[in-house]
């Protein structure tokens, strides 16, 4: 079919703010006729995931831990939702996604567990499993006013393409060391306003 037109966005690491931020925008711009679809695996067990937090009652502990995020799904809880990730570490790939979707949302929507698999139920082998959930909202789009694109965003001057370059190898040496995502605080980078600003980039990371 040619009558559709698929929009790929691609979300990272997000602040509450920023994911709100998106929502909104995002909601400004849907109709009765859009759909949006946040992609996502739920909880990855086992060593190969590096997420052994339970050696018994494998499936019955993985199947709590995915209900438990499933919980904050239903009642629309994109901060709950950030939070028992963090907390439970269950690796849950696309929370970001998710929680932007749930902030678009106001109260009279309608949540549907469709359907919930591992596959670890599909291979009899629970040794490691990766979760999935199926969950359909239905309801009518709230009437978000029309966000314009920001605009006057400043431009990064080589000094600040310097920084950033910087700023994201010594992210990665922290992260490594420390298992956890830095503070700007932490690291000793000087960040402009325009290093501020929410900007794309692709970036290959080479050994050595």
Same mark, same amino acid.
């Given at each position: 079919?040619?009558?559709? $037109? ?50 018994? =009652? ?5 199947? $709590? ?42 109260? /009279? ?12 139920? *599909?291979?009899?082998?629970?040794? =490691? ?13 709230? =009437? ?9 965003? %400043?431009? *990064?001057? /080589?000094? /600040? ?36 600003? %929410? ?10």
């Amino acid at each position: 079919r040619e009558d559709f $037109k698929i929009v790929p966005i691609v979300a990272g690491q997000c602040s509450l703010e920023t994911i709100k931020r998106a929502g909104a925008v995002i909601g400004s711009l849907v109709d009765m006729e859009t759909l949006v679809i946040a992609s996502s695996d739920f909880t990855h067990y086992g060593p190969r995931f590096g997420y052994v937090p339970f050696k018994e =009652n494998i499936p019955e502990q993985i199947k $709590k831990l995915d209900m438990g995020a499933y919980e904050y799904i239903a009642n629309l809880d994109s901060e709950g939702l950030l939070s028992y990730e963090r907390k439970t570490n269950a690796n849950i790939c696309g929370c970001i996604p998710i929680a932007i979707l749930l902030s678009m949302f106001e109260k /009279d929507v309608k949540v549907d567990l469709v359907r919930y698999a591992t596959s670890g139920d *599909l291979t009899g082998d629970f040794t =490691n499993s990766v979760s999935y959930l199926s969950v359909a909202f239905s309801g009518a789009w709230p =009437n978000h006013p029309r966000i314009e694109p920001q605009v006057n965003t %400043p431009e *990064l001057t /080589d000094k /600040d393409k310097e920084q950033l370059l910087i700023l994201a190898r010594k992210t990665i040496d922290y992260a490594l060391q420390n298992h956890r995502i830095p503070h700007e605080s932490e690291l000793g980078i000087s960040i402009s306003d325009a290093m501020r600003c %929410p900007r794309a980039a692709f970036v290959t990371l080479k050994k050595n």
